[in-house]
């Protein structure tokens, strides 16, 4: 991918889409610009697509920046959520769960802001491995993506500047979903990331849970159902 590009020097803000996304998916040191640092570019100019975010989100922790923190981290992500309007939760379940071990311990905001996004998008994350294995093939999928549109203009403002609708939400949580469909059961508990087969709404993907309910995502919508 991008065989027209050649970098002679460090990056700045001024820097085409085409080159920035070019200098994250090479690493090439030589722009001097980290991949987080990239797609925060990205995602000041096109704040409509929260995916941008997310993954400026995700790549800073992974390069473990001596300034991450907890704080600054989970108000990004609620950023994200707020951007996304819902239509990101799997994938920001999956960011916390890579995140999960260095959650622990915090204090006020931060516990607050952490309960309220586990509120929005779940209680219980997956397994932290699998988890960075979607977000690493959602982050090339992007690229390339970016690459195919981006040829000869250098510009994503032709793309559709916006997060996967509903209907890709809910086919990417059945894609992501863990263990064998089971037909729903109003007396049995689910856990988050469980697939259910309910005879009115069809497949359904858990994403939340409380006490007696749990929030199912339907290709219809998310839907609040007793379970347990």
């Known amino acids: ?99 999960w071990d260095d959650l622990h311990g915090l204090e ?22 699998a988890a960075r294995k979607r977000l690493t093939r ?9 690459h195919e549109r981006t040829q000869g203009s250098g510009s994503i403002a032709a793309l559709r500047a916006a997060a996967p609708d509903d209907g890709s939400e809910w086919s990417r949580a059945v894609a992501n979903a863990s263990g064998e469909k089971k037909k729903y059961d109003a007396t049995a508990k689910v856990e988050v990331g469980a697939l259910v087969d309910h005879p009115k709404f069809g497949t359904g993907v858990v994403i939340g849970t409380e006490p007696g309910r749990a929030n199912i995502l339907f290709e219809s919508g998310a839907r609040k159902l007793v379970c347990g």
């Open 1 to 99: 991918m991008f065989e027209d590009i050649r970098l002679e020097g460090p990056l700045d803000a001024s820097a085409s889409d085409r080159m920035i996304v070019y200098a994250i998916w090479s690493r090439d040191t030589a722009s001097r610009l980290a991949p987080h640092e990239g797609w925060s570019l990205l995602a000041d100019r096109y704040p409509n697509d929260a995916r941008f975010l997310l993954f400026a989100t995700y790549e800073e922790y992974e390069g473990h920046p001596k300034d991450w923190t907890p704080s600054a981290f989970l108000n990004r992500v609620w950023t994200v959520l707020e951007r996304a309007g819902g239509k990101l939760n799997p994938e920001v379940r999956d960011l916390l769960a890579v995140v």
């Open 138 to 146: 959602l982050v090339g999928t992007v690229i390339r993506e970016i």
């Open 108 to 129: 006020e905001p931060a516990a607050a802001r952490l309960e309220r996004i586990r509120g929005r998008v779940g209680a219980r994350f997956g397994d932290p491995a």
